[in-house]
């Protein structure tokens, strides 16, 4: 099968806005941006660049009901620095019913979408390890 995922699609009422979060909080590159829609990508030239799906901001009337369907994990090197940068730039902590005892914090961006920071990976859990 020749398929592959281009993008994933975040709906918002001020697209601009929280493509700004998110390139900010991911170190992307936006490579595209009209009033209703941005699109962000890896760093040119990263191993993700051309590999790993853009983000595309598109913008519609109604805010977001409920919790998402799907959502982002992050995996970081430092998950306290990690989340303590992402609540500089507005991400918040939520409770989304995970409990006290998960190895992962829940956080949503300023138009309140769930994302995951995932602890880091120890040495013999990476590619190289």
Do not use: Y
């Not at 975040?10 to 590159?29: H, K």
């Not at 936006?30 to 040119?44: C, F, G, Y």
């Not at 961006?109 to 013999?124: H, I, T, W, Y």
């Amino acid at each position: 099968m020749d398929l592959r995922i281009q993008c994933l699609c975040v709906d918002t009422n001020d697209p601009a806005s929280l493509a700004s979060f998110w390139e900010a909080a991911l170190g992307w590159r936006r490579t595209h941006e009209q009033p209703d829609e941005v699109a962000l990508e890896p760093p040119a030239g990263t191993p993700e660049d051309g590999v790993v799906p853009d983000l595309l901001f598109l913008r519609v009337p109604e805010g977001k009901r409920g919790k998402n369907r799907l959502h982002l994990d992050l995996r970081p090197k430092d998950q306290a620095a990690e989340v303590a940068r992402l609540e500089g730039l507005g991400a918040r902590r939520v409770d989304v019913g995970q409990g006290g005892d998960v190895s992962w914090v829940v956080m949503a961006d300023p138009d309140g979408n769930e994302f995951c920071v995932l602890r880091a990976l120890r040495p013999e859990e990476s590619a190289g390890g």
